[in-house]
Every structure is written in C-alpha cells, then in structure tokens.
C-alpha cells in the first residue's frame, strides 16, 4: 500500500516562512511527477507547485515568487519551501505524486497538514 505523508505545517506569522516535507512509503515502482496543493477552509483545492521526476519545476501564479519546490527521488520525498507568508495562505497544503504500483500508474494524495499565517 502506498501512503504519501506531510509534515512541516503550523502557525506561522505574517511574513515568515515554512518548510513542507511529504515522503512516499509502500510498494511502489516508480514516483513520476509530484506536486503540492493547497486547500482554504470551503474552497476548492489549487495546485501551488509541481516537479517532474528530472526535477524541472512549474508554480502556480498565485505564489510564484514566494515558494521553492524540490525533490529528493533516493529518499521519496518532495519539499516546498514558503516564504513572504500572509493569511490568505492559510490553507490544508496537500501533497499528491503520480506513482507507478502494482495497481498500476496513477495519482495518490496524502491527508494534508494544515498551514495558518495569523499574528
């Protein structure tokens, strides 16, 4: 069974900056593209970042500028850095991988870790 997990969230202040890890566990062939999303309270859930598996990253507008996203394929595992934080980042940031299993190809998402920016 593959599981993808998150680690890194919590309160930040404005302004600041956080690092979000999600490491990939399980049976599982091969890890293809990686991404980060992020979710506010009842709103639909937004890519912020992907990497492909050469390590060539793409960022959504909204954060571009602000947000660093990189991988590490011997330890399965993708970051993103934030910075430059304000509330409107307030969100569940979710990590998703399209995975090579013995279920075959497809995407897997892990449960989040919930990032807020107050003061």
């Known amino acids: 069974q593959v599981q993808l997990v998150e680690s890194g969230g919590g309160l930040v202040h404005p302004g600041g900056s956080l690092t979000l890890s999600c490491t990939v566990s399980g049976s599982f062939s091969r890890i293809y593209t990686m991404a980060w999303y992020r979710q506010p309270l009842g709103r639909d859930r937004h890519m912020v970042a992907s990497i492909t598996i050469a390590g060539t990253p793409q960022y959504d507008d909204s954060m571009k500028g602000r947000v660093t996203i990189s991988r590490d394929n011997a330890k399965n595992t993708v970051t993103l850095h934030l910075t430059s934080l304000n509330p409107e980042d307030t969100a569940v940031y979710l990590c998703?991988?399209?995975?090579?299993?013995?279920?075959?190809?497809?995407?897997?998402w892990g449960q989040g870790t919930q990032v807020t920016v107050a003061s």
């Open positions: 998703n991988a399209n995975i090579a299993s013995s279920d075959g190809l497809g995407f897997r």
